[in-house]
């Protein structure tokens, strides 16, 4: 079953505080639509942008030299007045946890244990990135954005 997801261009309120095409913010899914505006509005968010650092990192599921396309650069100004400066990505929380085989179909368990490995190969080389460069990396799954509770 095809899953239909939410995509298209984010029309940006404060283009100043964009860093990038500010005519070409796309959003894929809602839940990154929901973090373009939140940091599109918020004031304690300095700068940021979609999509615009490129990480190189080898991916072990393939043995290949890839690029990883990060989700969000946000600067952030703190209480203190010291601005703090983020690696974002936008995954379901499903995704940050390694697979169960279960009832799986062979396919189905392959096609999830190859996404996680993938995912993992990119984030370590994001928190390389982030700590070489004095930034933080973070992933915000449904629960970091406020669209589900933690049971």
């Known amino acids: 079953m095809a899953h239909k997801y939410m995509q298209g261009r984010y029309r940006l309120i404060h283009p ?3 860093q990038g095409d500010t005519g070409d913010v796309v959003y894929r899914s809602s839940w990154e639509f929901k973090l373009n505006r939140f940091l599109d509005h918020s004031a304690n968010v300095v700068k940021w942008s979609s999509e615009e650092l490129v990480i190189p990192y080898y991916s072990q599921a393939d043995g290949k030299m890839r690029r990883y396309f990060v989700d969000y650069v ?11 400066t983020f690696l974002v990505e936008v ?8 697979p169960v085989r279960g009832r799986k179909k062979d396919k189905t368990f392959l096609k999830e244990m190859y996404d996680y490995q993938v995912n993992q190969d990119k984030w370590d080389a994001a928190r390389t ?15 970091e954005l406020g669209i589900a509770k933690r049971k």
Do not use: C, R
Request: proline share 3%.
């Open 74 to 84: 946000v600067q952030v100004k703190g209480s203190s007045g010291a601005i703090k």
């Open 91 to 98: 995954k379901p929380h499903s995704q940050t946890q390694l």
């Open 16 to 18: 100043e505080k964009y």
């Open 129 to 143: 990135f982030a700590k070489n460069h004095e930034m933080e990396f973070m992933v915000f799954t449904e629960y």
